[in-house]
């Protein structure tokens, strides 16, 4: 039980559970499967789920404007979108799964999640799930340029049942093969409760958070490394060990730990947790 790897997510693909005729190996990832923008979108009036009814039926009602992405598309800020993605699944034996964004889409401030037909709930893949993705996308600080075939979330499926480490063999695990460290990469104190726990860098003169420009210009997402980083970041130094952060703005923050995730393990980043503020 557990979660599936990467010869799992090759199986799956060769049996036409997870369905895509044109994937490439660079989608499947250790313990997750990247998914894909389709040519099929729309610009829509309202979020939704749609537990009751397949999602096309639902999506004629809240269409604003057709878009096909085989061209190169912007898509404005704060303007709600949904693609079909080029996967679809045919999933069977006691299979289901979760969805979440990459890390690349978080860095950007791209809100986005994951609804399927008869699903009550976003980034759910219930349990022997056959049928459609579609990905619900809205781009909060950017303008940003998409098209077919680009990667914005990736999905983990699971067979039969979770297999959380519980926090005592997490601590111990780290006590014989470390898996968090300092910014030296030395061993460090593992914080563990209910997970790993991990904070801010907030060293004295040094650049701890950059903040999202409001006239950035448009963002090209399948670029790598030909975007100015002054054109959309502005810098933020910690003042006197501290740093406020204001509400409407977008930040990236340095962590404060670096961590090793083992070769036997997959991680799950919790994105959200009353208790710690």
Known sequence: KGSLVFSDYFELL???NIVNKNYISSQIQPSSIDLTLSEECYEITASFLSPKCSIRNKLKDIIEKKINLNNRFI?????????????KLNLTKDIFGKCNPKSSTGRLDIFCRTILDFSD?????????????????????????FKKGDSLNQMRLIYYNHDYIDDESLQNFHKS????????????????SSGL???????????????????APILKFDSFRNHKVIEFWDTIKTVEGSLIIKPGKF?????????RIPKNMAGEMIPYDTAIG
């Open 197 to 215: 726990k991990i904070s801010v860098d907030l060293s004295k003169n040094k650049t701890s958070a950059y903040i999202a420009k409001n006239n």
């Open 75 to 87: 898509f404005k800020k704060n303007t709600t979108y949904l693609v079909k993605l080029n996967e």
């Open 14 to 16: 060769k049996n036409n």
């Open 177 to 192: 093969d470390s898996i968090i460290f300092d910014q030296f990469g030395n061993k460090n104190i593992a914080d563990i």
């Open 121 to 145: 709930e976003y980034e759910k893949i219930p349990l022997n799930y056959i049928g459609e993705i579609f990905l619900e996308i809205t781009s909060r600080s950017f303008n940003i340029e």
């Open 251 to 259: 930040y990236i923050l340095k962590s404060k730990q670096k961590i």
